[in-house]
Nanobody
Protein backbone atom coordinates (compact mmCIF):
# COMPACT_ATOMS: atom_id res chain seq x y z
CA UNK A 1 0.00 0.00 0.00
CA UNK A 2 1.34 3.41 -0.97
CA UNK A 3 0.08 6.82 0.06
CA UNK A 4 1.09 9.75 -2.11
CA UNK A 5 0.56 13.19 -0.64
CA UNK A 6 0.59 16.53 -2.39
CA UNK A 7 -0.38 20.13 -1.82
CA UNK A 8 1.89 21.34 0.92
CA UNK A 9 3.91 24.53 0.70
CA UNK A 10 4.52 28.00 2.04
CA UNK A 11 1.62 30.37 2.58
CA UNK A 12 1.03 33.59 4.46
CA UNK A 13 -1.17 33.70 7.52
CA UNK A 14 -4.80 33.85 6.51
CA UNK A 15 -4.16 31.93 3.33
CA UNK A 16 -5.36 28.52 2.17
CA UNK A 17 -3.89 25.23 1.07
CA UNK A 18 -5.43 21.96 -0.05
CA UNK A 19 -3.73 18.68 0.71
CA UNK A 20 -4.45 15.49 -1.22
CA UNK A 21 -3.56 11.91 -0.46
CA UNK A 22 -4.10 9.04 -2.86
CA UNK A 23 -3.81 5.45 -1.70
CA UNK A 24 -2.90 2.63 -4.03
CA UNK A 25 -2.00 -1.02 -3.78
CA UNK A 26 -3.72 -4.01 -2.22
CA UNK A 27 -6.44 -2.16 -0.41
CA UNK A 28 -9.43 -4.28 0.40
CA UNK A 29 -11.35 -2.02 2.69
CA UNK A 30 -10.53 1.38 4.12
CA UNK A 31 -12.26 2.01 7.41
CA UNK A 32 -11.09 5.59 7.85
CA UNK A 33 -8.70 8.14 6.41
CA UNK A 34 -7.16 11.08 8.13
CA UNK A 35 -4.49 13.71 8.47
CA UNK A 36 -2.03 14.10 11.30
CA UNK A 37 0.64 16.72 11.80
CA UNK A 38 3.88 17.02 13.68
CA UNK A 39 5.55 20.30 14.50
CA UNK A 40 9.21 20.46 15.55
CA UNK A 41 9.63 19.29 19.12
CA UNK A 42 6.02 18.18 19.41
CA UNK A 43 4.19 14.89 19.21
CA UNK A 44 2.23 13.88 16.16
CA UNK A 45 -1.40 14.87 16.56
CA UNK A 46 -4.64 14.14 14.78
CA UNK A 47 -5.87 17.01 12.65
CA UNK A 48 -8.96 15.47 11.06
CA UNK A 49 -10.38 12.11 10.10
CA UNK A 50 -13.24 10.75 8.06
CA UNK A 51 -14.79 7.30 8.14
CA UNK A 52 -15.91 5.34 5.12
CA UNK A 53 -19.45 6.36 6.02
CA UNK A 54 -18.53 10.03 6.00
CA UNK A 55 -18.37 10.77 9.71
CA UNK A 56 -15.75 13.41 10.45
CA UNK A 57 -13.70 14.37 13.46
CA UNK A 58 -11.54 17.46 13.92
CA UNK A 59 -9.01 18.71 16.40
CA UNK A 60 -10.42 21.66 18.32
CA UNK A 61 -7.64 23.87 17.00
CA UNK A 62 -8.78 23.49 13.38
CA UNK A 63 -12.56 23.34 13.71
CA UNK A 64 -14.24 25.86 11.46
CA UNK A 65 -11.06 26.35 9.40
CA UNK A 66 -10.21 22.92 7.98
CA UNK A 67 -12.46 20.55 6.07
CA UNK A 68 -11.71 16.91 5.38
CA UNK A 69 -13.37 15.05 2.54
CA UNK A 70 -12.90 11.72 0.86
CA UNK A 71 -13.50 9.94 -2.40
CA UNK A 72 -14.02 6.26 -1.64
CA UNK A 73 -13.95 5.27 -5.31
CA UNK A 74 -10.50 6.83 -5.73
CA UNK A 75 -9.18 5.97 -2.26
CA UNK A 76 -8.31 9.62 -1.90
CA UNK A 77 -8.65 12.01 1.00
CA UNK A 78 -8.40 15.79 0.94
CA UNK A 79 -7.82 18.44 3.56
CA UNK A 80 -8.91 21.97 2.74
CA UNK A 81 -7.14 24.36 5.07
CA UNK A 82 -8.40 27.93 5.30
CA UNK A 83 -7.49 30.85 7.53
CA UNK A 84 -4.12 29.29 8.17
CA UNK A 85 -2.13 30.40 11.19
CA UNK A 86 1.60 30.22 11.93
CA UNK A 87 0.85 27.57 14.55
CA UNK A 88 -0.45 25.31 11.77
CA UNK A 89 3.13 24.98 10.54
CA UNK A 90 4.07 21.30 10.61
CA UNK A 91 4.68 18.23 8.54
CA UNK A 92 1.29 16.80 7.63
CA UNK A 93 0.90 13.04 7.29
CA UNK A 94 -1.86 11.13 5.59
CA UNK A 95 -3.13 8.01 7.35
CA UNK A 96 -5.47 5.21 6.33
CA UNK A 97 -6.89 2.50 8.54
CA UNK A 98 -7.76 -0.87 7.09
CA UNK A 99 -7.19 -2.93 10.18
CA UNK A 100 -3.61 -1.83 9.71
CA UNK A 101 -2.29 1.70 9.78
CA UNK A 102 -0.58 3.10 6.69
CA UNK A 103 1.21 6.42 6.54
CA UNK A 104 2.27 8.81 3.85
CA UNK A 105 5.74 10.30 3.65
CA UNK A 106 4.60 13.67 4.93
CA UNK A 107 4.26 17.07 3.31
CA UNK A 108 5.55 20.31 4.80
CA UNK A 109 3.12 23.13 5.47
CA UNK A 110 4.68 26.43 6.50
CA UNK A 111 2.58 29.43 7.44
CA UNK A 112 4.42 32.72 7.70
CA UNK A 113 3.23 35.57 9.89
Amino acid sequence: VQLVESGGGLVQAGGSLRLSCAASGSIFSINAMGWYRQAPGKQRELVASITRGGNTNYADSVKGRFTISGDNAKNTVYLQMNSLKPEDTAVYYCNIKTGFDYWGQGTQVTVSS
